[in-house]
T-cell receptor, first 114, second 109 residues
Framework: ETGVTQTPRHLVMGMTNKKSLKCEQH?????MYWYKQSAKKPLELMFV???????ENNSVPSRFSPECPNSSHLFLHLHTLQPEDSALYLC?????????????FGPGTRLTVL | QKEVEQDPGPLSVPEGAIVSLNCTYS??????FMWYRQYSRKGPELLMY????GNKEDGRFTAQVDKSSKYISLFIRDSQPSDSATYLC?????????FGTGTRLTIIP
């Protein structure tokens, strides 16, 4: 595997379910990110991790719970979601989080909440 | 007012045409300007970046930044069907990266 991988690619869940999204980066990066992409809206940054430590939580509801066990893996745990949470969830990584660090994105998980 | 404004399109042009994609922004603190390309069912990939006013060329692509007008553009020459994608402008100051909504572009053979 190369780059940034995400599983599953598609997920349908009910509002009472609990599920997790997984992201893995094979680039030796130290920063990882979760974004939400909805139709006709800009990418919304959700969480940032640097060297496994959460450095940003962009006022995300508690029904989204991130976990970063090491610099290569990032999870997003989901519970009691709402239909408006349906979106493409993108993971990204970068060498660092500074101005000139390019973010590399995974293909995303298409989430549908029924 | 949104920090970054981008016309979502969709935009359809015939093959071989010159394409112009644009974004405006309101925050003069932005220092670093990027264009990402996102194919269907894929994540965004960095296409071009620049951090100064003026033009930067890479093959058929030219990125233009006008800091005085707070306006950035991406030009695609000799457009190809393989250029069909969503193009997102993005801007950064310090560690904060802000995206436009993306413009969906279709090149018609």
């Amino acid at each position: 595997e190369t780059g940034v991988t995400q599983t599953p690619r598609h997920l349908v869940m009910g509002m009472t379910n609990k599920k997790s999204l997984k992201c893995e980066q094979h680039l030796g990066h130290n920063a990882m990110y979760w974004y939400k992409q909805s139709a006709k809206k800009p990418l919304e940054l959700m969480f940032v991790y640097n060297f496994k430590e959460q450095t940003e939580n962009n006022s995300v509801p508690s029904r989204f719970s991130p976990e970063c066990p090491n610099s290569s893996h990032l999870f997003l745990h989901l519970h009691t979601l709402q239909p408006e949470d349906s979106a493409l969830y993108l993971c990204a990584s970068s060498l660092g989080s500074g101005l000139y660090n390019e973010q590399f994105f995974g293909p995303g998980t298409r989430l549908t909440v029924l | 007012q949104k920090e970054v404004e981008q016309d979502p399109g969709p935009l359809s042009v015939p093959e071989g045409a010159i394409v112009s994609l644009n974004c405006t922004y309101s925050n003069s603190a932005f220092q670093y300007f990027m264009w990402y390309r996102q194919y269907s069912r894929k994540g965004p990939e960095l296409l071009m970046y620049t951090y100064s006013s003026g033009n930067k060329e890479d093959g058929r692509f030219t990125a233009q930044v006008d800091k005085s007008s707070k306006y950035i553009s991406l030009f695609i020459r000799d457009s190809q069907p393989s250029d069909s994608a969503t193009y997102l402008c993005a801007m950064k100051y310090n560690e904060k990266l802000t995206f436009g909504t993306g413009t969906r572009l279709t090149i018609i053979p």
